[in-house]
C-alpha cells in the first residue's frame, strides 16, 4: 500500500535550541496516528511540517499522487486543527462556509458539504448556531468539522480532547475512530497515553525533534506500558513552543 503522505530527510531549525530531523515517516491511507512525547519533543513542529505550514531546510513532504502539484494544491489535501481552535464570529455555518469559499465552492454544494460535515461530527441542526453560544465540545466539533467540510486526505489535530469534559471525550473519541471509514487518515498529539489503544491508532514517538520508532499497527496495552515508561522521566520538562 503506497503511503498517502511521506517525509524523507527533513530538517527545519527553530532558533538555536530545537530542530526537528526526520529521516523517513510515511502515513498510509485510512488510519489513525497518535502522535506522543514529552512536552518540547516537537510534536506541534512536526504537525505543522505535515500541514505544509512549516518549510523544511532541506527535505521533502510529499502526498501521494501529487505529481506536478505546486504547494498550494497539495495544501489542498490536509487540515490542521490547532489545540485551541478559533471561531470566527456569526454564525457555525458562517465557519464552515468559509473555507469553502476561498476554494470558490459556493451555493447547493456549499450547502450540501457544511450539512453532510456537522451530520458527521453529530451537530445537525447546529447550522445557524452563535459560535459564541457553543461549549467547549461543541467548538472542537465545530472546528472539526470546518476542518472536514474541506474534504482533507490528511486531518491534523494538535491535542483534539485536552480542553473537552469527561462527559464528551466519548463521543468524541468515536468520532475520530470514524474517520478513517469516511477515507481520511487521521494524526493527532496527545498526551493521554492510553488514548491511542481506544482509538486502534499506530503510535507515532517522538523525543527532541527525533522520531524514535515508526508506526507499527494498532496500539496494544504492552505499547502504551513502553511509552508511559519513557515519558516519565520527562514528565516534568517545561512546555515550550516546539511541542
Known amino acids: 500500500m503506497k503511503p498517502v503522505l511521506s517525509l524523507k530527510d527533513v530538517l527545519i531549525r527553530q532558533g538555536e535550541n530545537f530542530s526537528l530531523s526526520i529521516e523517513n515517516l510515511e502515513l498510509l491511507p485510512r ?3 497518535a502522535l506522543t512525547g514529552p512536552n518540547g519533543s516537537g510534536k506541534s513542529t512536526l504537525l505543522r511540517t505535515l500541514a505544509l505550514l ?36 456569526g454564525t457555525v455555518a458562517d465557519n464552515l462556509a468559509f473555507g469553502l469559499k476561498l476554494r470558490g465552492i459556493r451555493g447547493k454544494q456549499q450547502q450540501l458539504r457544511i450539512t453532510s460535515a456537522l451530520a458527521m461530527v453529530g451537530l445537525d441542526g ?29 486531518l491534523l489535530l ?3 480532547t485536552s480542553t473537552i469534559d469527561r ?3 466519548h463521543a468524541f473519541e468515536e468520532l475520530l475512530g470514524r474517520l478513517p471509514g469516511h477515507g481520511v487518515t487521521v494524526v493527532f498529539s496527545t498526551h493521554d497515553l492510553s488514548q491511542p489503544a ?3 491508532g499506530e503510535l507515532i514517538r517522538i523525543e527532541n525533534g527525533r522520531l524514535i520508532d515508526q508506526p507499527h499497527g494498532p496500539t496494544g496495552d504492552s505499547d502504551v506500558k513502553q511509552a508511559e515508561q519513557r515519558l516519565c522521566l520527562h514528565c516534568l520538562e517545561p512546555l515550550n513552543a516546539s511541542g
Open 54 to 89: 512549516n518549510a523544511p531546510r532541506q527535505g521533502t513532504v510529499r502526498f501521494s499522487g501529487a505529481g506536478a502539484d505546486g504547494p498550494a494544491q497539495q495544501r489542498q489535501k490536509v487540515t490542521l486543527v490547532e489545540q485551541s481552535p478559533y471561531l470566527l464570529r
Open 31 to 33: 488510519r489513525i496516528y
Open 126 to 154: 447546529f447550522a445557524q448556531r452563535k459560535s459564541n453560544k457553543l461549549s467547549g465540545g461543541e467548538v472542537q466539533r465545530v472546528a472539526l468539522a470546518r476542518a472536514l467540510v474541506l474534504e482533507p486526505e490528511v
Open 167 to 169: 462527559k464528551s471525550l
Open 198 to 200: 481506544r482509538l486502534g
Open 158 to 160: 494538535d491535542e483534539p
